[in-house]
């Protein structure tokens, strides 16, 4: 899935205009790649946020610039370290029909059979590098653990023939694990527990 957005081109601007467009309601982005000239552009961040919720992180945007379009990927982007919003985006063009590599989420769907017993899922791998045409990039990789048992692990191995794309991982690599309930020690003594701390105990409180 697509969509558009429409841009502005913008010249080099200072930290204070760069705060301006940002309080307006803009984002400062850049395109380029190999057959396009670094251009730095300005977005708009609600259309911009509409589109890749409804496409994915992933999707192939085409960018208008004043009449010229650009076929992109959101390659990478920055983020605010208070407010966590997006400040600024690199965009890469791509061909749709060519072979680009990316990391994609990794989503466990259904409840294990493991984890209805008890058991603790652990997942390893919450990212994936794939390689995929660009227009087939995903979203996110959508990974079935409902059969999954206590003591029982998915590798990469196990799901690699199961989606339409290269995925650049070891064989042996760990998606996902049941690990075992933890059982808790009971030891019984015979003797009578004191109710005291004994003296050469410290407690730290908390301070209030």
Do not use: C, W
């Amino acid at each position: 899935m697509s969509f558009v957005l429409h841009a502005q081109e913008r010249g080099q601007l200072t930290r204070h205009e760069l705060k301006t467009l940002r309080n307006n309601g803009s984002i400062p982005a850049i395109i380029y790649g190999k057959e396009v000239n670094s251009t730095p552009i300005i977005i708009d961040r609600a259309d911009f946020l509409k589109g890749i919720k409804e496409a994915g992180r992933n999707a192939l945007l085409s960018i208008d610039v004043s009449g010229k379009k650009h076929q992109v990927i959101m390659r990478t982007y920055d983020e605010d370290a208070l407010s966590r919003e997006i400040i600024h985006i690199d965009f890469l063009t791509v061909n749709p029909s060519s072979l680009i590599t990316a990391e994609v989420p990794v989503t466990l769907i259904g409840e294990a059979i493991g984890v209805k017993e008890g058991g603790v899922m652990q997942q390893s791998l919450h990212e994936l590098s794939v390689s995929a045409k660009a227009a087939d990039l995903p979203e996110s990789i959508d990974v079935d653990v409902s059969n999954l048992k206590i003591a029982e692990t998915l590798y990469v191995k196990d799901i690699r023939h199961l989606y339409p794309y290269e995925i650049n991982h070891e064989d042996d690599e760990v998606v996902t694990s049941i690990l075992p309930p933890k059982q808790e020690e009971v030891i019984h003594t015979g003797e009578k527990q004191s109710s005291t701390i004994p003296e050469d105990v410290q407690v730290k409180e908390e301070a209030e």
